[in-house]
Nanobody, 123 residues
Framework: QVQLVESGGGSVQTGGSLRLSCVAS????????MGWFRQAPGNERESVAA????????YYAASVKGRFTISRENAKNMVHLQMNSLKPEDTAVYYCAIPDRWPPREGTDFGSWGQGTQVTVSS
């Protein structure tokens, strides 16, 4: 089992920035990639971004490409999500997660995930 713990998040105004971080523990040798999905109330899960562990391939949803940047720190088993130019539609609970497939285009393409962190963007 891999345990995932997110940090960061919070409330910002439109155009602001936030940085999310996630640290993995447990059977981290099984990690081949890490990423983020989000879920707003009443909505389905939406894949946001992911990064592979070995070759640093990245995936971004079209809705966040050019605004969000995912990065990894293999030695610390950490992944970060820098979110810039935030919009109200980015408001959701963001979950750090391990993809079940690559690239994880769907929100359901992730297996284990953390407890989530709230991101709220006000207009």
């Amino acid at each position: 089992q891999v345990q995932l713990v997110e940090s960061g998040g919070g409330s910002v105004q439109t155009g602001g920035s936030l940085r999310l971080s996630c640290v993995a523990s447990g059977r981290t040798y099984r990690i081949y990639a890490m990423g983020w999905f989000r879920q707003a109330p009443g909505n389905e899960r939406e894949s946001v971004a992911a990064v592979s562990w070995s070759v640093n391939n990245t995936y971004y949803a079209a809705s966040v490409k050019g605004r969000f940047t995912i990065s990894r720190e293999n030695a610390k088993n950490m992944v970060h999500l820098q979110m810039n130019s935030l919009k109200p539609e980015d408001t959701a609970v963001y979950y750090c997660a391990i993809p079940d497939r690559w690239p994880p285009r769907e929100g359901t393409d992730f297996g284990s995930w953390g407890q989530g962190t709230q991101v709220t963007v006000s207009s």
